[in-house]
Every structure is written in C-alpha cells, then in structure tokens.
C-alpha cells in the first residue's frame, strides 16, 4: 500500500480561504478580529513562529500585533501587558508565546489571559471547559490534528494510539477523539512494550518529539498516521514518524514539514475568529 499524503498545505489553504470570507462578513458589521502575540525574548525559533502567525492573520484579513518584551522582562512586566490587553476591546485574541524566560512562571501568565481571548485554549478555565463539554477555545494543534483526520473519513470505533500526554497535544487530543467515539490509549515514555502493540491500531498519533520512533514496520497495514513531531535534524525538520517506511504500510500519512504545522497556525485564526463572534454575541 502507498498511503495517500494528508497535504497540511492544501487542507490549510482551503480552510483559511473560509475564514478570510468570515472575517470580510464581520468587516462589513464593524468588527475587525485582531490577534496580539506577546513575546519576551529573541529566540530565533520563536520569533519566526510568532512573525508568521502575524502574517497569517493579515493575511485573511484580521489586524494582528506583536509585543515584544526584552529577555529581562519581569512576571510583572508580562502580567502587565496581560491585563493591558485584556481590557482592550479591540482585541479579540491573545497569544502568550511560550517558553517565557526564567524568571517569568509560565502557569501565572496562562492564569492571567482572559478566558474569552485565550485563544490558544491553554487557560485553566478553558481547558476546563472542554473536558466539561463546554464552548471553550480548543487548543489548535489538536483542533488542527482534527481537521486533518476529518480527511479520512469517520473515528466512530476506530482504535487510535496517542503517543504523547502533553497538556498541550497529546492529551487533549485524546478527548477530541474521544468525542469522535474513538477508543482511545495514550502512551507516553513509561509505556512498556509501546512499539509491539502499535500493530493493534486504526490510527497513531506521534506527538513526543523523537525522530524514527515510528516505523513502518511497527504499523498495521492501512493505519492512518498523523506525525506531530517537529525535530530540527541539520537544519531540517523532521517528524517522529520514519516517513518512508510508514508511507508503504499506511493508508493515510501527515508529512513534515507541511503537515501539522500549517493547520496549527490555521486554528489560531479560527479561533481569533470565533473570539472575536462570541465577544459580540454571534455563534
Ligand atoms: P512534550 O511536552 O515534551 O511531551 C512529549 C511527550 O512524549 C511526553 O508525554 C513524553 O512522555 C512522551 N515521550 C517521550 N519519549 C517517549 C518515548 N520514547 N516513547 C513514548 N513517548 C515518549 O512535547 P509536546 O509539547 O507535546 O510536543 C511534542 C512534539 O510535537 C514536539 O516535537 C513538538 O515540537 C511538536 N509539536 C508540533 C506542533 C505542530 O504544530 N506541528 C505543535 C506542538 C508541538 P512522558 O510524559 O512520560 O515524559
């Protein structure tokens, strides 16, 4: 079997080209979502992740800001530009780009974003709501993840293997399929005899962070694979999944670069959007 390439580009093209036609209808009711990145810091990598989920928004034709605080700044100094934010009505979503340095504590900052503009959906409040079954802003790389596997076609009874328990990929992803009515079995780095057992699933779900964890020869025949994993290998990035043999068992494969990754940035849009709908009462 040679698996059908799920294109995160493409998939990721389409999908913006929908919000950038939400956006122009809100436009014409005098709302203009705007998205703020706050930063502290130069790393290079962040930066230019920041930088393009700035120009993904102007893009689709959203407003989208950057405060870029220096290396020094204190826990004072983000919470303040937190709070600055979250009293601005004309903006819709925050995005605190995390890891913040040092002497900044990560959870007090995530504590401090309005729930209804943390649009990350990494607030306790809101990662609350969504193991609750709450409207809530779902975290984007599992929403992304979601999208992708809309592709091929229905989760209901479907086993899905999640490696990884992150609270930012692996876990809530598990609840998003889940409610697909997946069965579903997280595995992280204290499962015993992880790859043995990969064989038994419909689906696998590689967010850790380690490149050839996967291999074609640990999969059953016409799994689906999404390869979360973003390792930078002599400058190149790579995923968890070794991607050559997992595409002659597979049926469906996500490559990296150009497959998570670009439906992230995706719903960091969608879910500026939304912020921006329900702060005016529009579901
Ligand atoms: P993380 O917080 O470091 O979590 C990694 C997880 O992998 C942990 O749960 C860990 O288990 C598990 N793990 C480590 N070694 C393992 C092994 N040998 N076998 C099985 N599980 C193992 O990472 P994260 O933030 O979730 O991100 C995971 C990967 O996804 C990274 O490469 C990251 O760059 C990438 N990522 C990509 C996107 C995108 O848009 N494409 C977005 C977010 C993250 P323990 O809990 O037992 O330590």
């Not at 802003?137 to 899905?160: A, D, N, Q, R, W």
Request: charged share 25%.
């Amino acid at each position: 079997m040679t698996a059908e390439i799920l294109n995160g580009r493409e998939i990721a093209k389409d999908y913006r080209a929908g919000l950038a036609e939400e956006v122009e209808k809100l436009k014409s009711k005098g709302i203009t979502p705007n998205l703020t990145v706050v930063i502290a810091g130069n790393d290079g990598a962040s930066l230019s992740y920041v930088r393009s989920k700035n120009k993904a928004a102007e893009k689709i034709g959203m407003t989208s800001d950057i405060v870029h605080l220096d290396e020094d700044a204190s826990e004072e100094d983000v919470l303040n530009e937190v709070k600055r934010l979250n009293n601005d009505d004309a903006v819709h979503g925050i995005l605190v780009q995390v890891p913040l340095p040092d002497q900044v504590d990560e959870n007090k900052v995530l504590e401090a974003i309005s729930p209804e503009k943390d649009v990350d959906g990494f607030s306790p409040v809101n990662i609350g709501r969504l193991y609750t079954g709450q409207r809530t802003f779902v975290p984007c790389t599992p929403l992304g993840i979601m999208e992708l596997l809309k592709h091929t076609g229905s989760l209901e009874g479907k086993e899905v293997a999640v490696i990884g328990r992150s609270h930012i990929v692996g876990q809530p992803v598990a609840k998003l399929l889940i409610d697909q009515n997946a069965t579903v079995t997280v595995m992280h780095s204290r499962t015993k005899d992880m790859v043995e057992k990969l064989k038994n699933f419909d689906v696998v779900v590689s967010a850790v962070g380690k490149p050839g964890l996967v291999k074609g020869s640990d999969l059953k025949e016409g799994a689906i694979v999404i390869d979360v994993g973003n390792t930078m290998v002599d400058d190149k990035l790579v995923g968890d999944v070794d991607y050559d043999s997992a595409a002659e068992v597979a049926s469906h494969i996500t490559p990296v670069p150009g497959g998570v990754g670009p439906l992230t940035i995706t719903m960091v849009l969608n879910n500026t959007l939304l912020a921006a709908k329900w702060n005016k009462g529009i579901e």
